[in-house]
């Protein structure tokens, strides 16, 4: 099993390139299926979440071709409804693919998430906006089938939270409906807007993403579409807290800095400067972290879920007390015991508060990641920790962040994989 080693203690300096956003490539490669023509798609991140959803496209009849960065898919050959129970496990959000295919097929066969490392992560909103619209679905046995016996039908949909991935299946739906869909209190992520303009490329009108009413109108007529993949802000958040645990100045090449604006002030609030320069960002960052008095994650435009585990570990070297707490998912401080091995101080109360008491320096540990930003946020604290951290079941940091090691052994930091604890 890989491990990655890292020795803490060096600066990091230099430039790298940010890669393409994980949580936008996933959808709008789902959407890719419906089209039944071409997508060319550039900046997509090299991720094994990425390979499983080129997978779930080749099963059902997709070509997929993958160019460096860019991504090729043709749909006009599609012709199943049925996605495996192995392919549906391999990623969670596989369960976009329920909307893509009842818009293709008006059919589908898929497996119900079941809960995962974070939380319970129910799919109750996504069923319910999807059965207004025409679906029937039926489960068994943790199997969902669904058809639309009358086609799908555009629906007014009130979503009772401002889900992502409930979001993203009404809109992928609702791209076969007749008439309009309209979706109030929809997500806000800067990733519904990407598919939102990837879809408008195909031939969906689609308004209003970003904001709290999206509306989407199709006459089921596509074109093929070429798209860039918006910018990952999840990992521009673990460079700044990377240089946050380390110190030192990085640039970060291809940023979207808009898409920021949740964290920036955070991570200012705790010591690091950051200068912009159209899509560059130079953070810099020496001494000890302050700490943040309090930090609160929500739905887009507040911090994000997906940064939490990153930020603490920066307040875990904090000089004073910051009291996280998660808002989003029930079950995200998995990385908390594992901080504390490497000598954190924080105390969970009531499952979504943490307390952090920072001290001045964290020290090595061999430690083990648990879900994927989770794992991410171990490797950082490693960066600014005294001695060897050891972190096991980095498959989890490997979902969501390319070529880890090597990107920040680019930036100074002394960090490998290996595939045993002998080399
Ligand atoms: C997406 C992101 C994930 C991010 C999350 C919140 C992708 C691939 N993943 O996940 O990285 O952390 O948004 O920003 O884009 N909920 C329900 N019922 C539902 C749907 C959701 O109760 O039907 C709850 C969830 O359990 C959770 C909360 O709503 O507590 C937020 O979930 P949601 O916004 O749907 O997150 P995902 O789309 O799963």
Known sequence: MEHIIINGGNELHGSVKLQGSKNSILPILAASAVTGKVSVLHNCPRLSDVDAAINILCHIGCKVRRHGHTVIVDSSGADSFDIPDDMMREMRSSIIFLGALLARFGKARVTAPGGCEIGLRPIDLHLSALRSMGAVISEQGGQLDCRCPDGLTGRHITLNFPSVGATENVMLAAI??????VITNAAREPEIADLADYLNKCGVTVSGAGQSVIRIISDGKFCSAEHRIIPDRIVASTFMAAVACAGGSICVAGVEKEHLAPVIPVFEAAGCNF??????MTAEFYGRPRRVRRLRTMPYPGFPTDSQAL?????????GTSVVNEKIFENRFRHVPEL???GADIRVEDCCVAVVEGVRNLHGA?????DLRGGSALAVAAMGAQGQTVIENIYHIDRGCEAFEDVFTSLGADIRRVQS???
């Open 421 to 423: 604890l002998q080399e």
């Open 176 to 181: 076969s409906a007749k008439g309009e869909t």
């Open 275 to 280: 200068d912009f320069s159209g899509d560059e």
């Open 366 to 370: 061999k430690v083990t990641a648990c």
């Open 340 to 342: 504390v091995k490497m």
């Open 311 to 319: 930020f603490m570990a920066v307040a875990a070297k904090a000089n």
